[in-house]
């Protein structure tokens, strides 16, 4: 019998202790690390022309923390340089839990055999880009004046090679993490896979409660990040690998290049600015449309094979 993605926590080292211990180190340099590191990014970032303007000494204190705050809540190719700065740690720190703490291969986290398979992967990347993007042209077709054209080319072009870097790093930090790491180390204390989606998905939409776009209703925001949550643990049970949940993460997250609300945590330049983002019931819905669609697509009749 082949092993399971769920086997491979029991390779290594993986006391009660080092998951412990590993997931405190992985949270230390993603959260303290990460976000100390990103205020000196932004800082240096505002200090900069603040320097320049002659202001002197004592009033520059007072105007960085108010230029701070502008910063990080208008869309810039710096303000999302210093929101992706965290990730590089957290996967920082991952990888270091996993190969040093637990001595096994680091890409055990996407498969029994360590293996990349970036055909699936790229297929579930523009599988779910097509479908998630098809109901947010329908509605610029029947909705035009609540998209604001807002392209800077000076900015997009340079935010875009950055972009295809930092948040596909940002994205599959998250799925090392959640659907990794935590996901195979639950499986050490039960195999049940509702207890295994259940528990991981909560840790996984917790941490986005904090996000901006909350305020536009609480419960079904949360609702929706936990189903987001559920739906990648599932296919990575389904398909007893990461790759599928690497790919749709990454293009749900860029589609932020293109449309972007202007609560949302990223403060991307896009090419559109949404002015009302809608219903998050809607939004919901939608994403489990989506989501059985690609399902089907992928399990439902075996259509795609590799």
């Known amino acids: 019998m082949s092993q399971s993605y769920l086997d491979i926590a029991r390779q290594g080292r993986n006391s009660w202790w080092r998951y412990l211990l590993g997931i405190l180190v992985i949270v230390f340099l993603w959260l303290i690390v990460g976000g100390f590191v990103a205020l000196i990014f932004a800082t240096i970032l505002i200090t900069i022309p603040l320097a320049q303007s002659g202001l002197a000494p004592e009033a520059l204190q007072p105007q960085l923390q108010e230029q701070l705050q502008v910063f990080l809540k208008t869309p810039s190719v710096g303000a999302y340089v210093t929101f992706n700065i965290p990730s ?5 720190g991952i990888f270091l839990v996993v190969t040093l703490l637990h001595r096994r291969p680091f890409r055990t986290l996407i498969s029994v055999d360590g293996s990349v398979n970036f055909k699936r992967l790229f297929r579930g990347f523009f599988v779910w880009l097509l479908i998630s993007l098809i109901p947010v042209a329908l509605d610029y077709l029947l909705n035009p004046q609540n998209y604001v054209f807002s392209f800077n080319p000076g900015q997009w072009f340079l935010l875009l090679p950055l972009a295809l870097i930092l948040t596909p790093i940002q994205t599959s930090t998250e799925e090392f993490f959640f659907r990794g790491y935590l996901l195979q180390g639950l499986a050490l204390i039960t195999k049940q896979p509702f207890v295994l989606i259940l528990v991981s998905s909560l840790l996984f939409a917790i941490p986005h409660f904090a996000n901006p776009e909350m305020q536009r209703g609480a419960v079904w925001l949360a609702l929706s990040y936990f189903s987001c949550a559920v739906f ?26 293109f449309f972007n609300t202007r609560d949302s945590v990223l403060p991307v330049p896009a090419i559109w600015m949404v002015n009302d983002p809608g219903d998050p019931r809607l939004d919901l819905g939608f994403f489990l449309v989506q989501s059985a669609i690609f399902y089907y697509i992928f399990f439902g009749r075996r259509t795609i094979k590799e």
Not at 88 to 92: D, H, R, Y
Not at 234 to 256: E, F, M, P, S, V
């Open 88 to 92: 590089i740690f957290f996967g920082l």
């Open 232 to 257: 990648f643990a599932l296919i990575t049970l389904k398909d007893n690998r990461l790759d599928l949940a690497l790919g749709i993460h990454a293009a749900n997250n860029l589609r932020c290049l």
